[in-house]
């Protein structure tokens, strides 16, 4: 029976072939895409603190810089963690954003670094 095509790989701006999703540079990037929450660390305890950090600190950090008062949804990580345990619960390393500002922040600022071959 005959191979099945490669095709282009999905990350982002990689310009060569893969038998799956990701060429195999980019397949330990994107191990965890289909990770859920929980297992990612945001679980029950997470949830908790949370809760109680945005208690404290209810407005978004980025509209307060732009002079606007927006309502704080998510507490983000300003260092991604990435499976960090002490960096995850570092406090200090936590900011109150709203959804908006926390995905576009995930979006352009949170990413994998880019590989050159």
């Not at 999703?21 to 191990?31: D, I, N, Q, S």
Request: with cysteine.
């Amino acid at each position: 029976m005959p191979m099945k095509p490669k095709k282009p790989c999905k990350h982002n701006g990689c310009p060569l072939l893969a038998d799956d999703k990701y060429c195999e540079f980019h397949a330990k990037l994107h191990v965890d895409d289909r990770a859920n929450a929980t297992v990612r660390g945001y679980d029950n305890r997470w949830r908790k603190a949370s809760k109680r950090f945005l208690s404290a600190h209810p407005l978004c950090k980025h509209c307060e810089q732009k002079g606007k008062l927006t309502q704080a949804t998510v507490v983000d990580h300003i260092k991604p963690h990435r499976g960090d345990q002490r960096l995850f619960w570092d406090e200090s390393n936590w900011q109150s954003l709203c959804k908006r500002c926390h995905d576009r922040k995930t979006r352009t600022e949170d990413q994998y670094p880019i590989y050159t071959f």
